[in-house]
C-alpha cells in the first residue's frame, strides 16, 4: 500500500505462525496497541514489540452502542500520531470484528486472524532544517574537496541521486532534501565566490 498508512488488526487467538510472518512484515518502528489479556500479551510478545496496553480493548459481554466509534477513535489517534509508523492493534474477535466495521466498512476481513486495513496519508513532510544543513555542507566539502575533485561533480552527483529518489514513493521526500541541498550548496558556492571577489583578502 504505497500512499496508506498499514493497520493490522490480529485476533488474539492468532497462531504462532501467524504472528511470527507478521512480526516479518512489521517496520522496524511500530505502534501495537493490546487488549490487558493474557492471549493478547502473547501475541505481543510473539512479535517482539512494546505494547500500548489499552482497557478499552478488553473483551466486553454487552457492548455499548458507541463502542464500535471508540475503538476506531482509539485506533485513529494513535495512527495520526505518526502516520509513517504501522499499527498493530490486538484484541479478542469480537472486538476485532467491531473495529472493522467501523475502520473499514468497505473492506471484507481477510480469511485468517490478521487483517490489513490501509488509512490515506499525504506525503512525507520534508525536513527542510536538515536539507539547509546539508546543503551548506556540501557546499564546504566541494570547497574543500576543490583541488581534486572539479567542485562541480558532488552536487551533480546529489542531483541524479534526488531525482532517482523522487521516483519512489516510500524515498520521494530523500529525493526532495537532496534536491533542496543542492540549490543551497549552489547558494552559499555563489554567495562565497561574490566575497571573495568582493573582498579577495578575506577568502
Known amino acids: 500500500m504505497g500512499d496508506l498508512q498499514r493497520i493490522f488488526v490480529v485476533s488474539a487467538p492468532a497462531g504462532t505462525a501467524e504472528v511470527a510472518a507478521l512480526r516479518k512484515r512489521l517496520g522496524q518502528q511500530a505502534t501495537v496497541l493490546a487488549a490487558p489479556t493474557a492471549e ?3 501475541v505481543v510478545e510473539g512479535l517482539g514489540r512494546e505494547p500500548t496496553p489499552d482497557v478499552l480493548l478488553a473483551p466486553v459481554r454487552f457492548p455499548d452502542v458507541d463502542r464500535g466509534h471508540r475503538l476506531d477513535d482509539l485506533v485513529r489517534r494513535h ?65 574543500l574537496l576543490a ?53 579577495p583578502g578575506a577568502w
Open 79 to 143: 495512527a495520526v500520531a505518526d502516520r509513517w509508523r504501522d499499527v498493530v492493534v490486538v484484541a479478542d474477535p469480537a472486538t476485532v470484528t467491531l473495529l472493522l466495521r467501523v475502520l473499514a466498512p468497505d473492506q471484507l476481513p481477510a480469511a485468517g486472524p490478521v487483517t490489513e486495513v490501509g488509512l490515506p496519508r499525504g506525503t512525507r513532510p520534508v525536513p527542510l532544517p536538515r536539507a539547509v544543513a546539508g546543503g551548506a555542507g556540501l557546499a564546504v566539502v566541494s570547497g
Open 147 to 199: 583541488s581534486v575533485v572539479p567542485v562541480w561533480v558532488l552536487p551533480l552527483l546529489a542531483v541524479v541521486a534526488g531525482l532517482a529518489l523522487l521516483v519512489v514513493p516510500s524515498r520521494r521526500h530523500v529525493g526532495e532534501s537532496l534536491l533542496i541541498a543542492v540549490a543551497v550548496a549552489v547558494l552559499v558556492t555563489l554567495l562565497a565566490i561574490a566575497g571573495s571577489s568582493r573582498f
Open 40 to 42: 493478547a500479551k502473547r
